[in-house]
């Protein structure tokens, strides 16, 4: 039998968001770098946390928004096999293509060499 659903909670969102404002790129000193990734996965969304769609969406919305606001990395973990499943008009990937291009320049989609190089400096 499948459990309820279990919808993230105001303090749930705002706490993701307060701590993926604090995550950033790191470079160890043999060279490899940490890249942060979103604090809300798809998996921890819908296969975890059993949220609906709209709720993941409010929650990339916020830490993009955050992110964009802050001029800091956001890098979303997403599975084919999860995402696609619950997902399959691509809504996220619509949503943050949005709000880049709606960003007016603060933000754009690079590959993940991007922050890497930012990183090293």
Request: glycine letters at 6%.
């Amino acid at each position: 039998m499948t459990e309820p659903l279990k919808e993230p909670t105001e303090a749930t969102l705002s706490g993701i968001v307060r701590v993926q404002a604090a995550a950033r790129p790191f470079h160890y000193p043999n060279g490899l770098v940490e890249v942060p990734i979103c604090l809300v996965s798809d998996v921890n969304a819908f296969r975890t946390g059993r949220w609906k769609l709209d709720r993941f969406l409010t929650a990339v919305r916020r830490v993009l928004e955050s992110a964009i606001a802050r001029r800091t990395v956001f890098d979303i973990l997403a599975h084919p096999s999860c995402l696609g499943v619950v997902d399959p008009g691509f809504k996220a990937v619509d949503l943050i293509l949005d709000l880049v291009e709606r960003s007016e320049g603060k933000a754009t989609i690079v590959g993940l060499d991007s922050p890497a190089e930012r990183a090293r400096g």
